[in-house]
């Protein structure tokens, strides 16, 4: 379906959702603005020193359905990645991307499933938490289920493999982020400027000229109450 036919709501929903996730660090949109809105291809960065996929540049793409936010999105890794959780076709084995309501065959529970109260951002999330985290109780791929409970080092060392290989796919002049925060912003340093040409004498602090005057006449009264002294006692 084109941009110009899909529904009102979708459209909205989508360009909102996109324009905020263009902000993140830890996710990349290769192409420019035109991107598909029912179809997004970006990359996915695992950041997290603790994590066996760290560093890694994950491609991925995410199909959504006119009806969306009704009905989940679609999403899969455009590279094999060993993994419990992740069929050999790049798809995923995670509850927030099953349609909504409760699965009594699988024992999900509707809250633990897609609904409209999600969103991309929701998901990209859970899946970085999965990629750490694994469901081994209901793999995808059992062999990487087995070897990741078994064999954790070559579970790893397979982890570390694959994070290389997905490096590659890092654009020219593209710089990986090493922390979730963003840069802080840059000084200014024409507030810097400011103080060091502003001298002391350009802020005067104390009394106003009206407070001096009031002082000169409260003298001036002081001094007339001494001459009427003087002349009372002289009078006596």
């Given at each position: 379906m084109s941009r110009t036919t899909m529904p009102t709501g979708a459209k909205t929903r989508l360009m909102s959702e996109l324009k905020t996730l263009r902000k993140e660090n830890w996710i990349n949109f290769e192409d420019d603005d035109s991107t598909n809105l029912l179809k997004w291809r970006f990359a996915l960065m695992v950041i997290n020193s603790d994590?066996?996929?760290?560093?890694?540049?994950?491609?991925?793409?995410?199909?959504?359905?006119?009806?969306?936010?009704?009905?989940?999105?679609?999403?899969?890794?455009?590279?094999?990645?060993?993994?419990?959780?992740?069929?050999?076709?790049?798809?995923?084995?995670?509850?927030?991307?099953?349609?909504?309501?409760?699965d009594r065959m699988s024992g999900e529970e509707a809250s633990e499933r897609w609904s409209p109260l999600q969103g991309a951002e929701s998901v990209l999330r859970s899946i970085l938490l999965l990629l750490d985290n694994p469901e081994i109780n209901s793999p995808a791929d059992v062999d990487a289920s087995v070897l990741y409970r078994d064999h954790r080092d070559d579970y790893n060392s397979q982890a570390r493999a694959t994070v290389e290989r997905s490096r590659e796919s890092i654009p020219t002049g593209?710089?990986?982020?090493?922390?979730?925060?963003?840069?802080?912003?840059?000084?200014?340093?024409?507030?810097?400027?400011?103080?060091?040409?502003?001298?002391?004498?350009?802020?005067?602090?104390?009394?106003?000229?009206?407070?001096?005057?009031?002082?000169?006449?409260?003298?001036?009264?002081?001094g007339d109450d001494e001459d009427g002294s003087d002349d009372e006692q002289e009078e006596k």
């Open positions: 994590s066996a996929f760290n560093g890694g540049y994950f491609r991925a793409e995410m199909v959504f359905s006119d009806d969306y936010p009704y009905s989940p999105p679609k999403f899969r890794f455009l590279i094999p990645i060993t993994h419990p959780n992740i069929y050999a076709d790049g798809r995923l084995c995670i509850s927030i991307l099953h349609t909504p309501g409760e593209f710089v990986m982020p090493k922390t979730f925060d963003p840069a802080p912003p840059p000084k200014n340093d024409e507030d810097a400027d400011f103080w060091a040409e502003s001298g002391d004498d350009d802020f005067d602090f104390g009394g106003s000229d009206s407070d001096e005057d009031d002082a000169d006449m409260d003298d001036d009264d002081e």
